[in-house]
Protein backbone atom coordinates (compact mmCIF):
# COMPACT_ATOMS: atom_id res chain seq x y z
CA UNK A 1 0.00 0.00 0.00
CA UNK A 2 1.71 3.12 -0.99
CA UNK A 3 -0.73 5.24 -2.46
CA UNK A 4 -1.34 8.62 -0.95
CA UNK A 5 -4.32 9.59 1.17
CA UNK A 6 -5.06 12.67 -0.28
CA UNK A 7 -8.10 15.51 -0.47
CA UNK A 8 -8.94 18.61 -1.78
CA UNK A 9 -9.18 22.15 -0.13
CA UNK A 10 -9.23 25.69 -0.80
CA UNK A 11 -6.53 27.81 0.55
CA UNK A 12 -8.30 29.36 3.40
CA UNK A 13 -8.00 32.65 4.79
CA UNK A 14 -6.59 31.78 8.10
CA UNK A 15 -3.58 30.15 6.84
CA UNK A 16 -2.34 32.97 4.84
CA UNK A 17 0.43 35.51 5.27
CA UNK A 18 0.70 39.46 5.11
CA UNK A 19 1.21 38.87 1.51
CA UNK A 20 -1.75 36.25 0.77
CA UNK A 21 0.12 33.25 0.57
CA UNK A 22 -0.34 30.04 2.07
CA UNK A 23 2.12 31.15 5.41
CA UNK A 24 5.17 28.53 5.69
CA UNK A 25 4.26 27.91 9.49
CA UNK A 26 0.40 27.01 8.03
CA UNK A 27 2.02 24.43 5.48
CA UNK A 28 3.75 22.47 8.34
CA UNK A 29 0.24 22.31 10.73
CA UNK A 30 -1.61 21.20 7.32
CA UNK A 31 0.92 18.62 7.12
CA UNK A 32 0.46 17.52 10.62
CA UNK A 33 -3.07 17.57 10.42
CA UNK A 34 -3.46 15.33 7.65
CA UNK A 35 -1.19 12.88 9.26
CA UNK A 36 -3.11 12.93 11.96
CA UNK A 37 -6.44 11.95 10.04
CA UNK A 38 -4.42 9.33 8.13
CA UNK A 39 -2.56 7.67 10.94
CA UNK A 40 -6.33 7.01 12.46
CA UNK A 41 -7.32 5.60 9.12
CA UNK A 42 -4.32 3.27 9.34
CA UNK A 43 -5.33 2.25 13.36
CA UNK A 44 -2.30 3.77 14.62
CA UNK A 45 -3.98 7.30 15.49
CA UNK A 46 -4.16 9.01 19.34
CA UNK A 47 -6.52 6.20 20.71
CA UNK A 48 -5.16 3.26 19.59
CA UNK A 49 -1.63 4.00 20.28
CA UNK A 50 -2.62 5.81 23.70
CA UNK A 51 -4.25 2.47 24.68
CA UNK A 52 -0.77 1.03 24.24
CA UNK A 53 0.81 3.78 25.65
CA UNK A 54 2.68 5.01 23.35
CA UNK A 55 2.89 8.33 21.78
CA UNK A 56 4.04 9.63 17.96
CA UNK A 57 7.24 11.83 18.27
CA UNK A 58 8.19 14.36 15.52
CA UNK A 59 12.23 14.31 15.79
CA UNK A 60 12.59 16.44 12.30
CA UNK A 61 10.73 17.80 9.26
CA UNK A 62 12.12 19.21 6.35
CA UNK A 63 9.51 21.29 4.25
CA UNK A 64 10.59 22.83 0.35
CA UNK A 65 7.93 25.44 -1.00
CA UNK A 66 8.08 25.74 -5.10
CA UNK A 67 5.15 27.73 -5.34
CA UNK A 68 3.28 29.00 -2.30
CA UNK A 69 -0.70 28.81 -3.11
CA UNK A 70 -2.64 32.12 -2.65
CA UNK A 71 -5.53 32.84 -0.84
CA UNK A 72 -8.23 30.59 -1.63
CA UNK A 73 -6.92 28.95 -4.37
CA UNK A 74 -7.34 25.32 -5.17
CA UNK A 75 -4.88 22.60 -4.25
CA UNK A 76 -4.72 18.84 -3.41
CA UNK A 77 -3.17 17.93 -0.02
CA UNK A 78 -1.75 14.24 -0.15
CA UNK A 79 0.36 12.28 2.23
CA UNK A 80 1.79 8.67 2.93
CA UNK A 81 3.76 6.76 5.16
CA UNK A 82 7.58 5.20 4.23
CA UNK A 83 8.42 1.74 5.27
CA UNK A 84 9.33 2.13 9.05
CA UNK A 85 12.96 1.13 9.76
CA UNK A 86 14.60 -0.40 13.10
CA UNK A 87 13.36 3.00 15.46
CA UNK A 88 12.34 5.79 12.97
CA UNK A 89 9.80 6.27 10.42
CA UNK A 90 9.24 8.68 7.80
CA UNK A 91 6.02 10.20 6.68
CA UNK A 92 5.76 12.59 3.07
CA UNK A 93 3.38 14.93 2.22
CA UNK A 94 2.77 17.18 -1.01
CA UNK A 95 0.14 19.94 -1.85
CA UNK A 96 -0.27 19.88 -5.45
CA UNK A 97 -2.50 21.23 -7.99
CA UNK A 98 -3.42 19.58 -11.20
CA UNK A 99 -0.63 16.94 -10.64
CA UNK A 100 2.16 19.92 -10.68
CA UNK A 101 3.65 20.27 -7.02
CA UNK A 102 3.30 23.13 -5.04
CA UNK A 103 4.59 21.89 -1.51
CA UNK A 104 6.77 18.91 -0.70
CA UNK A 105 7.63 17.81 2.63
CA UNK A 106 8.40 14.84 5.06
CA UNK A 107 8.53 14.57 8.74
CA UNK A 108 10.59 11.63 10.74
CA UNK A 109 8.84 9.99 13.94
CA UNK A 110 9.89 8.31 16.53
CA UNK A 111 7.40 5.95 18.72
CA UNK A 112 8.03 6.84 22.68
CA UNK A 113 6.51 4.59 25.27
CA UNK A 114 5.15 6.80 27.81
CA UNK A 115 5.45 4.56 31.00
CA UNK A 116 8.96 3.85 30.24
CA UNK A 117 9.96 7.31 28.80
CA UNK A 118 11.87 5.59 26.08
CA UNK A 119 11.44 5.05 21.89
CA UNK A 120 10.50 1.83 21.07
CA UNK A 121 11.05 -0.19 17.73
CA UNK A 122 8.48 1.17 14.94
CA UNK A 123 9.10 -1.88 12.29
CA UNK A 124 5.71 -3.39 13.00
CA UNK A 125 3.74 -0.15 14.07
CA UNK A 126 1.21 -0.47 11.09
CA UNK A 127 -1.28 -3.08 11.81
CA UNK A 128 -1.29 -5.85 9.71
CA UNK A 129 2.33 -4.78 8.08
CA UNK A 130 0.92 -2.97 5.38
CA UNK A 131 2.78 -2.78 2.12
CA UNK A 132 4.50 0.80 2.26
CA UNK A 133 6.92 2.68 0.14
CA UNK A 134 10.53 1.67 0.33
CA UNK A 135 11.19 5.92 0.18
CA UNK A 136 9.72 9.05 -0.43
CA UNK A 137 9.37 10.92 -3.46
CA UNK A 138 10.83 14.24 -1.72
CA UNK A 139 14.09 12.62 -0.82
CA UNK A 140 16.39 15.22 0.09
CA UNK A 141 18.48 14.70 2.98
CA UNK A 142 18.12 16.24 5.89
CA UNK A 143 20.73 18.49 7.38
CA UNK A 144 23.33 18.39 9.76
CA UNK A 145 23.32 22.01 11.53
CA UNK A 146 27.17 21.72 12.97
CA UNK A 147 29.07 23.71 15.53
CA UNK A 148 27.34 25.58 18.75
CA UNK A 149 25.01 28.70 18.14
CA UNK A 150 25.34 29.30 21.92
CA UNK A 151 27.27 32.49 20.81
CA UNK A 152 25.63 33.72 17.90
CA UNK A 153 23.36 36.65 17.53
CA UNK A 154 20.45 36.81 19.84
CA UNK A 155 17.51 36.91 17.45
CA UNK A 156 14.82 37.61 20.63
CA UNK A 157 13.13 35.68 23.45
CA UNK A 158 9.97 34.12 23.75
CA UNK A 159 7.54 32.69 26.44
CA UNK A 160 5.81 29.41 25.98
CA UNK A 161 1.92 30.25 26.28
CA UNK A 162 -1.37 28.14 27.19
CA UNK A 163 -2.24 28.37 23.23
CA UNK A 164 1.25 26.80 22.05
CA UNK A 165 0.80 23.59 24.65
CA UNK A 166 -0.93 20.52 22.42
CA UNK A 167 -2.35 17.52 23.92
CA UNK A 168 0.74 15.84 25.12
CA UNK A 169 1.33 18.75 26.98
CA UNK A 170 4.34 20.47 25.90
CA UNK A 171 4.91 23.05 23.14
CA UNK A 172 3.21 21.75 19.43
CA UNK A 173 6.29 21.14 16.59
CA UNK A 174 4.45 23.90 14.81
CA UNK A 175 4.09 26.30 17.65
CA UNK A 176 8.17 26.03 17.69
CA UNK A 177 8.39 27.56 14.08
CA UNK A 178 5.55 30.32 14.56
CA UNK A 179 7.44 31.89 17.43
CA UNK A 180 10.58 31.99 15.46
CA UNK A 181 8.43 33.79 12.12
CA UNK A 182 7.50 35.98 15.00
CA UNK A 183 10.31 37.28 15.94
CA UNK A 184 11.38 38.83 12.09
CA UNK A 185 9.39 41.69 10.58
CA UNK A 186 7.00 41.21 7.36
CA UNK A 187 10.26 43.14 5.76
CA UNK A 188 12.98 40.38 7.05
CA UNK A 189 10.14 37.59 6.06
CA UNK A 190 10.20 38.95 2.66
CA UNK A 191 13.74 39.13 2.13
CA UNK A 192 13.95 35.76 3.30
CA UNK A 193 11.45 34.16 0.79
CA UNK A 194 12.09 30.36 1.95
CA UNK A 195 12.42 28.08 -0.35
CA UNK A 196 13.28 25.08 2.31
CA UNK A 197 12.79 25.02 6.09
CA UNK A 198 14.07 22.31 8.25
CA UNK A 199 13.12 21.59 11.72
CA UNK A 200 14.96 19.26 14.18
CA UNK A 201 13.11 19.33 17.92
CA UNK A 202 15.76 18.52 20.50
CA UNK A 203 13.97 18.72 23.95
CA UNK A 204 10.38 19.64 25.13
CA UNK A 205 9.25 22.95 26.29
CA UNK A 206 6.15 23.97 28.46
CA UNK A 207 3.89 26.69 29.61
CA UNK A 208 5.62 29.41 30.75
CA UNK A 209 9.50 28.15 29.37
CA UNK A 210 11.34 31.01 28.41
CA UNK A 211 13.02 30.49 24.84
CA UNK A 212 16.33 32.48 23.70
CA UNK A 213 16.49 32.19 19.84
CA UNK A 214 19.88 32.82 18.24
CA UNK A 215 20.62 33.05 14.44
CA UNK A 216 23.60 32.95 12.13
CA UNK A 217 24.43 33.04 8.56
CA UNK A 218 26.31 29.64 6.93
CA UNK A 219 26.27 28.50 3.61
CA UNK A 220 23.68 30.34 2.38
CA UNK A 221 21.63 29.41 5.02
CA UNK A 222 19.95 30.77 7.86
CA UNK A 223 20.03 28.69 10.82
CA UNK A 224 18.27 29.03 13.95
CA UNK A 225 18.59 27.51 17.47
CA UNK A 226 15.98 27.95 20.76
CA UNK A 227 17.74 27.89 23.83
CA UNK A 228 15.79 27.02 27.18
CA UNK A 229 16.80 28.58 30.77
CA UNK A 230 18.85 25.63 31.50
CA UNK A 231 20.98 26.12 28.41
CA UNK A 232 19.79 22.84 26.70
CA UNK A 233 18.98 23.19 22.94
CA UNK A 234 14.84 22.95 22.05
CA UNK A 235 15.12 23.32 18.79
CA UNK A 236 17.53 23.71 15.62
CA UNK A 237 16.20 25.16 12.19
CA UNK A 238 17.68 25.86 8.68
CA UNK A 239 16.01 28.42 6.23
CA UNK A 240 17.26 28.46 2.79
CA UNK A 241 16.11 31.63 0.93
CA UNK A 242 15.06 31.13 -2.86
CA UNK A 243 17.69 33.00 -3.95
CA UNK A 244 20.61 30.74 -2.71
CA UNK A 245 19.14 27.68 -4.86
Not at 56 to 83: D, G, Q
Not at 164 to 178: C, K, P, S
Request: net charge negative.
Amino acid sequence: MDTWYARDLLIDPSACDFEGRLGVDHAFRMFMDIASRHAEELGVGLKPMLAKHLFWLTVRTKVRFLARPRMLEPATLATRPIAPAAMRCLREYRLERDGAPLVLGRTEWAVMDVRAGRPVPVENIFPGNPELAAAPDYDDPFVRITGSLAGAEVLGEYRVCSTDIDFGGHMNNVAYLRALLGLLTTEQLKALDPEEVELTFLSPCFEGDALTFRTREKEGAREFAAFREDGKLALLARIVPKATQ
